[in-house]
């Protein structure tokens, strides 16, 4: 593959509501192009660009690839994403490195949930956007009802740039505006436009000829004066038009029948923007820089993709934004603050990868073997750093507790769930002490899923997953005291300690332990044993398990003996007096609370609602705004560990929610009950196995 500058170069990512046809789009690219021999198939697994083996499985995309291919001298470097929202990741990735984007929509399903996600963030990014209405050769096909559907869900006006030749089993090809001429099956050819269409192209075109004058000052002159422009002004007008974002033009094809693809690949040439076109923006030391795409420039490059492979090791994907990577060369990472030294520079174009010797700026290149780099890292000059930013990724609200299969497994686990979560922002893990459990969080069970058999497949680490624990605490409403005496005689040396001590509620810290014993009852040594029985009583719970907190201690009294006192004595009395004085204290269980923000369609208002009202939330406020409502509640953690997949089915997929920790309350009596109950079989069934 030759090797483009920033001028000849279109990065234009691909998204989508699942299934819409953007991988088969990316096929129709690559075999009209003469890259590949024959059209690949998602349901024999031949796609370049769905070539991870649980993509097969799944026959859908769950990562973005990288697909360049060459056409008039331009390198368009496709980015197909997936179109299913627990893997939203991939496409923020893709869309952060695109300078453009075509939302491709179903002809017969129209606009989406997915469709609105990603128009919603190519919104975010500020991307110029073709709409390309997919698969008008099904069955039911409609082009206006799809379109209308889009132009519904947009604040920018749509621009049709080319009409469906019938639609349909009678979809022959696309009427290009353009050039006002059609173009049948791919679009290599054209003819004239048929008579029963050519009033519906003559209307049409004069709306696009009005778009494009809008392009430009002199334009809308000439066109005041003429009511005429040039198919070069046009384009030109248009292309701004384009890039200002002031209109987004609508482009028709059926991708896996290979229909309307040249038409669309002259429009991605002359239409979108080069990386030329764009500038970005780092901080560097002395505040923030304009980069301009140029060879000469600074050096600048953003790493937004790492993956593991078992044969080649690490892939790090990156863009660069200005000057230019060299192969066998060493570049500084900003983000960590080390030098890589880089090996061979490739062009990855699906699993193949091509070998260079430069990645100019504008570019997308890949490069193998890099230890320290992460996803979100920069690259740059040491002398002149610079660092790129890394977008805003969804939290993750869906948890699952991990434990490893085997002892063996066990050992691998913290590394495999940190890489896993370098490759993907939307992931995260941590460790729960409340409940002594591994959590691992993503955006939904496919998500969890898919990385739990990347785990197996590509780490070799073998996990299990449950649903996790509440990490309850437990704690005291009232004062009490008690008393424990500690005496242990064998053939040796013996054990004594009595311990006598006072506990109450406590607000300001987790625990205060205050030695009140005059007279020397027990000599001040054994006090610091004391409190370790008693801090370990509170790790491991008294009422069902969970951590205790919110206590202050008072050792008011005890005995000691002059042979067979020991610390261990005075720890176990410590501990033992602590668990009797807490069973009389008024002990109660403390669950986590959330705030809870949830944005829905308004349709779905009431079903939320009604929904929130048997979780035991308390609902703090609403707001409705442009068709969606915002509800802010505070609901226990306990009641939203399925939250994200209820939400879905509620919404049809259109409904998000964000969740924080707020504070800890007591939990109600009767679930208090029920939480004690199923501790006790636990304990009961790990003493049976």
Not at 338 to 361: D, F, M, N, Q, S
Not at 633 to 639: D, K, R, S, T, W
Request: glycine fraction near 8%; charged fraction near 25%; charge should be negative.
């Amino acid at each position: 593959m030759k090797e483009y500058t920033a001028e000849h170069i279109r990065n234009v990512a691909l998204v989508s509501h699942s299934s819409a046809g953007k991988t088969m789009l990316t096929e129709a690219f690559l075999h009209c192009t003469g890259v590949t021999t024959r059209l690949g198939k998602i349901e024999d697994g031949s796609t370049v660009s769905d070539y991870d083996e649980e993509e097969i499985r799944r026959g859908i995309s769950l990562y973005s690839t990288v697909i360049p291919i060459e056409y008039r001298d331009v390198k368009i470097n496709l980015l197909d994403t997936p179109g299913y929202n627990d893997f939203i990741g991939e496409v923020i990735s893709a869309l952060r490195v695109a300078d453009s984007a075509i939302v491709v929509i179903d002809s017969v399903s129209g606009r989406e949930v997915g469709t609105e996600i990603a128009w919603d963030y190519c919104n975010k990014f500020k991307l110029p956007r073709f709409v390309l209405i997919n698969k008008m050769n099904r069955e039911n096909a409609n082009f206006q009802k799809a379109l209308a559907s889009i132009q519904e869900y947009s604040e920018t006006r749509l621009i049709p740039v080319q009409l469906p030749w019938g639609e349909r089993t009678d979809f022959q090809g696309v009427i290009d505006l353009l050039t006002m001429k059609a173009y049948p099956g791919d679009g290599k050819k054209a003819v004239d436009i048929p008579a029963e269409f050519k009033a519906a192209a003559e209307s049409a075109y004069q709306q696009l000829v009005e778009a494009a004058a809008e392009g430009e000052d002199a334009l809308m002159e000439k066109y005041l004066e003429t009511l005429q422009l040039s198919p070069e002004e046009i384009l030109r007008g248009l292309r701004k038009v384009v890039m200002q974002g002031n209109f987004i033009p609508v482009f028709v094809a059926a991708g896996g029948a290979e229909m309307g693809i040249f038409p669309l690949l002259d429009a991605i040439v002359d239409l979108l923007p080069a990386p030329s076109d764009v500038t970005t923006t780092a901080s560097g030391k002395d505040g923030n820089e304009e980069l301009n795409a140029s060879d000469a420039g600074p050096l600048a490059a953003y790493v937004w993709k790492t993956t593991a492979d078992p044969y080649v090791g690490k892939q790090t994907y990156f863009r660069v934004y200005s000057g230019m990577i060299a192969s066998d060369s060493r570049v500084w990472n900003q983000t960590k603050g080390l030098e890589e030294r880089l090996g061979t520079l490739y062009v990855p174009r699906g699993k193949e990868t091509i070998a260079v010797k430069t990645i100019h700026a504008g570019d997308i290149g890949m490069v193998p073997k890099l230890s320290e780099t992460s996803t979100g890292n920069t690259f740059c000059d040491r002398g002149h750093p610079l660092t790129l930013p890394v977008p805003e990724y969804p939290h993750a609200l869906y948890r699952v507790a991990i434990m490893p299969k085997t002892q063996a497994d066990s050992a691998k686990i913290t590394p495999t769930l940190t890489r896993l979560c370098e490759e993907d922002l939307t992931l995260t893990w941590y460790n729960e002490a409340a409940t002594n459990q591994t959590i691992l969080q993503g955006m939904g069970d496919q998500h969890i899923e898919v990385a739990i058999r990347r785990a197996e497949s590509k780490f070799q680490v073998n996990l299990l997953i449950d649903v996790p624990k509440v990490p309850y605490l437990e704690a005291i409403t009232k004062k009490a005291q008690a008393m424990y005496r500690h005496k242990k005689q064998t053939g040796g040396a013996g054990q004594f300690g009595e311990v006598h001590l006072r506990i109450e509620p406590l607000q300001e810290s987790d625990f205060e332990i205050v030695n009140d014993i005059f007279g020397g009852a027990i000599s001040s040594s054994y006090i610091p044993a004391i409190e370790k029985g008693i801090r370990n009583t509170m790790k491991e719970g008294i009422l069902a398990g969970y951590p205790v907190h919110g206590i202050r201690v008072s050792v008011f009294d005890g005995k000691e003996h002059p042979v067979d006192s020991k610390p261990i004595a005075f720890e176990i009395a410590g501990r033992e007096a602590f668990k009797l004085a807490f069973k009389d204290a008024g002990p109660v269980l403390e669950e986590p609370i959330m705030n809870v923000k949830i944005i829905v369609p308004e349709a779905n208002m009431g079903d939320v609602l009604g929904d929130l009202n048997t979780r035991r939330a308390r609902v703090q406020g609403m707001e409705t705004e442009k068709g969606r409502s915002t509800i802010s509640a505070q609901v226990p953690l306990a009641e939203m560990l399925r939250y994200t997949t209820q939400l879905r089915s509620i919404t049809g997929g259109r409904g998000i929610f964000t969740m924080e920790f707020s504070h800890y309350e007591t939990v109600p009596a009767h679930i208090t009950g029920e939480i004690v109950a199923a501790r006790q079989k636990e304990i009961q069934q790990a003493k049976e196995d």
